[in-house]
T-cell receptor, first 114, second 115 residues
Framework: DTGVSQNPRHKITKRGQNVTFRCDPI?????LYWYRQTLGQGPEFLTY????????KSRLLSDRFSAERPKGSFSTLEIQRTEQGDSAMYLC????????????FGPGTRLTVL | SQQGEEDPQALSIQEGENATMNCSYK?????LQWYRQNSGRGLVHLIL?????REKHSGRLRVTLDTSKKSSSLLITASRAADTASYFC???????????????FGQGTILTVHP
């Protein structure tokens, strides 16, 4: 399978715990994006990488959130001290660098914070 | 904040009918894209239209873009039950002509096609 993969697909955690999600983009794609989607809403941009550099972070990404993309390959998104409001679908997408390119989305990780 | 706003929020039609969804946005854009999402799944790219294009076709899909009105429409012709999904428009904002691929999505239109 050469698409974008995300793990785990589902995560249930208790409030206050830390969680980490992984995204493996399409191998030749330089750009990697994280979005968050709550029920009934469209995805909201969180952050993106070009190769290993994190180029932009949304103000939605509080200090409890951190993302990395070591070596410009896979990426991780960590949420520390989870809150019930963090419950959402976390989507990862990748794309090649270009002026108008489509993004390829993974299946998402659904986080439930109890 | 959501830039793209889809209209209608929900659309229910019979198989074989056409479905039209509209999207409005607020800032200048590099391009506008439409995505489909089946329940609880990831998004699938449907079509991309650049800011200097007015209409684009792909199979049963037709997209129009009116940058003067900051609006776009997606037409699905001869709909099928398998087209049942949520449809989102997403704008790639024009930051001095550079595209970063940071997409701003609308709330989506839920399309139900009855067999």
């Amino acid at each position: 399978d050469t698409g974008v993969s995300q793990n785990p697909r589902h995560k249930i955690t208790k409030r206050g715990q830390n969680v980490t999600f992984r995204c493996d983009p399409i191998s030749e794609h330089n750009r990697l994006y994280w979005y968050r989607q709550t029920l009934g809403q469209g995805p909201e941009f969180l952050t993106y990488f070009q190769n290993e550099a994190q180029l932009e972070k949304s103000r939605l990404l509080s200090d409890r959130f951190s993302a990395e993309r070591p070596k410009g390959s896979f990426s991780t998104l960590e949420i520390q001290r989870t809150e019930q409001g963090d419950s959402a679908m976390y989507l990862c997408a990748s794309s090649p660098v270009g002026t108008a390119v489509e993004e390829y989305f993974g299946p998402g990780t659904r986080l439930t914070v109890l | 904040s959501q830039q793209g706003e889809e209209d209608p929020q929900a659309l229910s039609i019979q198989e074989g009918e056409n479905a039209t969804m509209n999207c409005s946005y607020k800032t200048s854009i590099n391009n506008l894209q439409w995505y489909r999402q089946n329940s609880g799944r990831g998004l699938v790219h449907l079509i991309l239209i650049r800011s200097n294009e007015r209409e684009k076709h792909s199979g049963r899909l037709r997209v129009t873009l009116d940058t003067s009105k900051k609006s776009s429409s997606l037409l699905i012709t001869a709909s099928r039950a398998a087209d049942t999904a949520s449809y989102f428009c997403a704008t790639d904002e024009n930051a001095g002509g550079t595209s970063y691929g940071k997409l701003t999505f609308g709330q989506g239109t839920i399309l139900t096609v009855h067999p």
